[in-house]
Nanobody, 120 residues
Framework: QVQLVESGGGLVQAGGSLRLSCAASGSIFRINKIGWNRQAPGKQRDMVAIITSGGSTHYADSVKGRFTISGDNAKNTAYLQMNSLKPEDTAVYYC??????????????WGKGTLVTVSS
């Protein structure tokens, strides 16, 4: 089993910054990719940013140029630096990871989410 624990959410004014962290622990051989999704009230859950084990990154168009995803392989931790935040960034942010276990099995895992609220 693998656990993903997010932290760093909170309340910030428009234009401000927050940094989210996602720490993975458990039976991990390799994190193939890890990323962030978000879900605003009444809306579907959408991808925000992904980083692969090779360091490739992919962003939703709505956050390009404002958000940066990074990873620390030694700590099995991913970070999402969010700058120039807008009220429409308000959502619960979920960490998601595609993990290869010690015996070669691959599974996807989700964290419980952290709330980001951007006031206007």
């Amino acid at each position: 089993q693998v656990q993903l624990v997010e932290s760093g959410g909170g309340l910030v004014q428009a234009g401000g910054s927050l940094r989210l962290s996602c720490a993975a622990s458990g039976s991990i051989f390799r994190i193939n990719k890890i990323g962030w999704n978000r879900q605003a009230p009444g809306k579907q859950r959408d991808m925000v940013a992904i980083i692969t084990s090779g360091g490739s990154t992919h962003y939703a168009d709505s956050v390009k140029g404002r958000f940066t995803i990074s990873g620390d392989n030694a700590k099995n931790t991913a970070y999402l630096q969010m700058n120039s935040l807008k009220p429409e960034d308000t959502a619960v942010y979920y960490c998601n990871a595609d993990v290869t276990g010690p015996f070669g099995s691959k599974m996807a895992y989700w964290g419980k989410g952290t709330l980001v609220t951007v006031s206007s």
